[in-house]
Nanobody
Framework: QVQLVESGGGLVQAGGSLRLSCAAS????????MAWFRQAPGKEREFVAA????????YYADSAKGRCTISRDNAKNTVYLQMNSLKPEDTAVYYC????????????????WGQGTQVTVSS
């Protein structure tokens, strides 16, 4: 079992930055493949970024490339999502997710989810 708790969301103006954190706990948390997803009102949940358990490989949605950086500190069992140049269309609930195994952007493949943290970007 892996438990995930997100933090760091909030209200920010367009062009601003936020850093989301996801604290993981559980026996396999340090070896889990981790990802961030988001869900805007009235829209389906979508992939944002992912990182291998070692941190050696990262993956990004096109909308996140160049503006977001995913990283992890396995000593702290924490995954981060640094978001810069935020836009109003980035407004969503951001979820941290974990799975055992390799990369996928398909949310149905992730076994563990946090409760989400709200990010609101004002214009």
């Amino acid at each position: 079992q892996v438990q995930l708790v997100e933090s760091g969301g909030g209200l920010v103006q367009a062009g601003g930055s936020l850093r989301l954190s996801c604290a993981a706990s559980g026996r396999t948390s340090s070896s889990a493949f981790m990802a961030w997803f988001r869900q805007a009102p009235g829209k389906e949940r979508e992939f944002v970024a992912a990182i291998r358990s070692s941190g050696a490989m990262t993956y990004y949605a096109d909308s996140a490339k160049g503006r977001c950086t995913i990283s992890r500190d396995n000593a702290k069992n924490t995954v981060y999502l640094q978001m810069n140049s935020l836009k109003p269309e980035d407004t969503a609930v951001y979820y941290c997710a974990a799975k055992i195994g390799g990369y996928t952007k398909y949310d149905g493949a992730y076994d563990y989810w946090g409760q989400g943290t709200q990010v609101t970007v004002s214009s």
